[in-house]
Structure formats: C-alpha cells, structure tokens
C-alpha cells in the first residue's frame, strides 16, 4: 500500500512538472526564446521545484 501511495505521489509529481514545463516552453516560444539562457533558466527551475516537492513528500529521491 504504502508503494501504490508513493508511486501515485511519484506520477502526479512528474504530471505537475511536465505540465509546467510545457507551459513555460510555450511561452518562451511566444516570445521566441525558447532556448534562450533565460527560457533554459526557468524549465530547470520548474524541474528543480518538482524535484524539491518529490523529495519532500516521499523523504527522499
């Protein structure tokens, strides 16, 4: 039970970060630097925080 309860917090954690990495490519790329340092700057944030949420909620990576 307890693997079934971290693997669901696994996928919506990776669901949460995809979904924001999506949303900030498209909008780098509405404003035409989607590989600029700044568009590349902000998806390994929104990657770090969802690293940062996974290890919080299971204890570890």
Do not use: E, N
């Not at 917090?9 to 949460?16: D, P």
């Not at 909008?27 to 568009?39: E, I, K, Q, Y």
């Amino acid at each position: 039970m307890l693997l079934a309860m971290r693997l669901l917090m696994f996928l919506m954690v990776v669901a949460a970060v995809v979904y924001g990495a999506v949303s900030l490519v498209r909008w780098a790329g509405s404003r035409g630097d989607v590989m600029s340092g700044t568009g590349l700057q902000k998806l390994s944030f929104a990657l770090l925080v969802g690293l940062m949420l996974y290890a919080a909620v299971t204890g570890g990576v």
